[in-house]
Each structure stands twice: as structure tokens, then as C-alpha cells.
């Protein structure tokens, strides 16, 4: 069966750096494309099917509006890819980009004129704006295409896309990352070179995730922070179980690639 990966670009998560990659690996059957959500839908998976089942020749598709579930395919696999990032630190990035930005959107003209305190507080505060809450997970949440009702909804279903989908990369590891989505392809007869490459950087200061955390917190304060951190508390858990399973499967990664066969 024939591959093609679906790249759901999310924002700030090192979505540019990754495309670089894939654009690097398949050249012009790399495309980007954007699809608009129907009313009264809950993912597009549909305009993406007939895209790529009009696109035979496409390898790899990236876009930062598909929605999950992957497209179901009538003879090729569509192979999810989805990097998640520490919300917090996220958030920082975000922010920074948008502030100059050369664009007339909510978020850059709110960064623009806000301080980073500023900017979460109004952004959480705004009825219906969820680029401060729970973000990743929300996208996570449509790999099951249903009305969401509750927090808890979103809690389940990030949970359980996350321990389902074949591959989720975590931006603080990246290079871990792409090492282990080629050794998945190649199981699937995809050659896919691996080497990393960083762009789009908003932050290039070479510190940890904790001492990100620790400027982050510094900055807010406690109790903006605070706030912070429990409108993304689904997200963090999905951020720490995505680094969970990502070192195991470095484990059996390198079980399978030192045993001898001979």
C-alpha cells in the first residue's frame, strides 16, 4: 500500500523546521494546502480526501487547518503526523512571533499593543478563543469527530488520539523525533532522511524547557501563571504522556535496530 503523510501544522510547534524536511525528502510531491471547516462540522477530513484523491501524486501534505481524522484512502495509508510542544513555552513563542508579525490578525494586533501578561489574560478571558486554552489537545480531540460538551470531553479524547495515533513527535525532542518517524516509515518501505533542521525560530536562546518555564513564571507572576497553567492543564498532560511514549519507543527503536539477525 502507498503512504502519503498528513502534516497537521500546528501553530508554533516547529511545523516550518519539519517542512523543510519533508519538502527535503519528496521535493514537488511535498504540497501545503489550507481547507475551510464547514458549518455545523467538526473536522474537514472529507475536503482533504478528495484533495489528496485528486493529488494522486502527493507524498506528503502539510496543512495547519486539517483537522483530524486522517483521510481514509481507497489504496494508500495517510500517515498522521502531529508534533506537540510544552504549552507554556509554546505560548511564549507564539506571542513573540505574533508581535512582529507583518499581519492584521487578533493575535499579532493583540501582541502588539500587550505586554505577554496582557496578551494571556484577555486572550483567556475571550469567549469562544481557544488559542490559550487547551489548544493542542483541542486538535487532538478531532481524531473523534463529535460535539465536544465539556473539558472532560476534550480530556478523553486527547488522551486516548494520543496513545492511538501512530506517530507524535514532541518539539523539545525533535531530533529524537524525526529519528524515530524515519524508522517508522521505513517499516513501510519509505525511504526518509532524517536530518534536522531549524526554522522559524522565535526563540533561539539555548536554555531548557525548566528554565523557559522559570523566565515564563518570572515574567507573569504567580498568579497569572497560575491561571496559565490551569487553562492548559489538559494540555500539559497530554505534552508529558506524548514524552512518555515517545521514550518508549525509543526503547523498542533500539531493541529492534541492535538485534542481530544472522
Known amino acids: 500500500m502507498n503512504t502519503v503523510l498528513v502534516h497537521y501544522h500546528l501553530f508554533k510547534n516547529a511545523g516550518t523546521s ?14 501545503e494546502k489550507e481547507f475551510e471547516l464547514g458549518e455545523g462540522c467538526f473536522t474537514n477530513e472529507i475536503s482533504v480526501r478528495e484533495y489528496l484523491n485528486s493529488n494522486p501524486n502527493i507524498k506528503a501534505l502539510s496543512s495547519h487547518t486539517a483537522l483530524l481524522p486522517p483521510p481514509i484512502l481507497s ?7 502531529v508534533f506537540l510542544r510544552h504549552p507554556i513555552v509554546r505560548l511564549k513563542s507564539a506571542y513573540l512571533f505574533e508581535k512582529e508579525q507583518k499581519a492584521d490578525t487578533y493575535g499579532a494586533q493583540l501582541a502588539k499593543r500587550c505586554s505577554f501578561s496582557e496578551y494571556i489574560v484577555e486572550r483567556i478571558g475571550t469567549k469562544g478563543d481557544y488559542s490559550c486554552r487547551n489548544f493542542q489537545s483541542r486538535r487532538l480531540s478531532t481524531l473523534f469527530p463529535n460535539p465536544i460538551n465539556a473539558d472532560s470531553d476534550i480530556q478523553l479524547r486527547a488522551v486516548n488520539a494520543t ?56 515574567e507573569l507572576g504567580d498568579e497569572i501563571f497560575d491561571l496559565l497553567s490551569s487553562a492548559n492543564m489538559i494540555d500539559l498532560e497530554v505534552y508529558e504522556l506524548s514524552k512518555k511514549l515517545l521514550r518508549n519507543s525509543e526503547r523498542r527503536m533500539k531493541i529492534i535496530q541492535g538485534m542481530n539477525f544472522d
Open 18 to 31: 519539519f517542512d523543510k524536511i519533508l519538502k527535503k525528502n519528496f521535493g514537488e510531491q511535498w504540497q
Open 75 to 81: 489504496d494508500t495509508e495517510a500517515f498522521p503526523v
Open 163 to 218: 496513545k492511538i495515533l501512530p506517530f507524535i513527535g514532541v518539539v523539545e525532542l525533535f531530533d529524537l523525533s524525526v529519528r524515530l518517524l524515519s524508522f517508522l516509515l521505513e517499516a513501510r518501505g519509505i525511504e526518509f532522511i532524517s536530518e534536522t533542521a531549524k526554522e522559524n525560530v522565535t526563540d533561539t536562546r539555548a536554555l531548557s524547557t525548566d528554565k523557559k518555564i522559570l523566565e515564563i513564571k518570572q
